[in-house]
């Protein structure tokens, strides 16, 4: 089956849908910067959205933003609504790939990828969504294998530092790597940071709708994974953290799922030794435990309720102690923020026979970048995209719904990274 990633009839490499939305905008700005490394050294790219007028907006800003006049000009706009299945069907037959920025994805996020795998254009987007990730395989993965198109979903920082880490950290192990455990800690500059409501309001819906993730799961009829080495242990909802220094929480996003679709990917198709995984986040000292538990308390009793939500929507800077706000950081916050993910792993050397006694080895891995949100998302989306653009016979021979790790496993999407400010480094 030809890939469309090799068409050449496609006026668009990359076609950025919801440029004009919070994330979006940082999105074009870093399509712009990265130009130069499209196929043949050169990209071809439109913006697209509801809204002529706010498209327009966005490309005068970036143009100012980056000191690039001619970006008003040059970058073409398609108006395209998802709720016009024929304006994201002309949209999608003029790109190799869509870059899908319209949150959440629960509500807005499946037209776009029917379009896609209908019209043969590849889709990356930026959820964090587990429910709308997985329940995206089991309803478009056969369509899209047989197209030869890549449906892949959560190409942000949830969860491209994550899972390529772990990647990372079994291909530089040396032996067979059988557990990992990743400690996330954040740091923000003297302005303070802060996130869009967009990643709240999908948080919201997420945890009110836990119970369908669940039987949704039960649909794919998956074996449990084989358990390779000492099973891991589960940690408390809360505990101290002698890894970070810190006190720490099970992390609550997408990051777990993702890695676990991915080390059963490696295990299928490539009879890998599966990875088990655990995922943790700093939450700091005593103060910001109690601040916590309290807003954790609070968010977990409202959100089983259409009111509780409605008010968790309206208000989220009083709910979420001004850490989701409705206008999102400035620029000072961004550039004054950044993450770190430390990864743990421990396996069996060389020789060393997995099914007999303890792990006798471990490794100590780091991905380190900016701000989160608007700053390491766009350029993890972004580098996905030109992967697939430079690299397509890297890439698994069919098309389908996949993790980043399923696909980029045998990339240098790791080097491109590192080329931008995500530093994957062995401690």
Request: proline residues 5%.
């Amino acid at each position: 089956m030809a890939s469309v990633a090799t068409s050449t009839s496609r006026p668009y490499h990359i076609v950025i849908f919801g440029a004009s939305g919070f994330t979006g905008q940082f999105v074009v700005e870093e399509v712009a910067r990265t130009v130069s490394e499209g196929p043949k050294g050169s990209l071809k790219w439109a913006v697209a959205g509801r809204s002529k007028e706010k498209l327009e907006k966005v490309l005068e800003q970036a143009a100012g933003a980056l000191g690039e006049p001619e970006l008003k000009t040059e970058v073409d706009i398609i108006v395209a609504d998802v709720g016009e299945p024929d304006s994201l069907a002309a949209m999608c037959k003029q790109a190799v790939i869509v870059l899908n920025c319209v949150g959440p994805y629960r509500f807005y996020g499946e037209p776009v990828v029917k379009a896609c795998v209908e019209n043969e254009a590849h889709y990356i987007d930026i959820s964090g969504e587990p429910q709308f990730l997985e329940s995206m395989q089991y309803d478009y993965h056969d369509e899209a294998a047989d197209k030869g198109v890549y449906i892949i979903g959560s190409s942000g920082f949830d969860s491209i530092p994550a899972d390529m880490g772990v990647i990372y950290t079994r291909d530089h192990f040396n032996g067979t790597l059988t557990a990992v455990e990743s400690f996330l800690t954040t740091s923000t500059g003297p302005e303070g940071g802060c996130i869009h409501d967009g990643t709240w309001q999908s948080a919201i819906h997420g945890f009110a709708d836990s119970v369908k993730l669940k039987i949704l799961r039960r649909k794919f009829n998956y074996k449990p994974l084989p358990t390779v080495g000492s099973k891991i242990k589960r940690r408390g909802v809360m505990f101290f953290s002698n890894e970070i220094q810190q006190y720490a929480v099970p992390f609550l996003g997408s990051d777990p799922s993702v890695v676990r679709r991915t080390q059963r990917f490696l295990v299928e198709e490539q009879q890998a030794t599966p990875v088990q995984y655990g995922a943790y986040a700093g939450i700091g000292g005593i103060a910001n435990i109690v601040k916590l538990l309290f807003a954790g308390m609070m968010f977990l009793c409202m959100v089983k309720f259409a009111y509780g939500r409605k008010l968790l929507i309206k208000f989220p800077e009083f709910f979420s102690f001004g850490y989701f706000t409705k206008a999102g950081p400035t620029r000072k916050q961004i550039e004054g923020s950044s993450f770190q993910i430390a990864f743990y792993g421990e396996g069996y050397t060389e020789g060393q026979d997995p099914s007999k006694g303890k792990p006798n080895s471990k490794i100590h891995t780091v991905v380190q970048g900016p701000e989160v949100g608007y700053v390491t998302t766009p350029i993890a989306m972004v580098q996905a995209a030109l992967t697939i653009l430079n690299e397509p016979t890297e890439l698994p021979k069919k098309g389908g719904v996949y993790t980043p790790g399923a696909v980029f496993a045998k990339t240098t999407l790791i080097d491109r990274l590192n080329n931008h400010g995500i530093k994957f480094s062995v401690i």
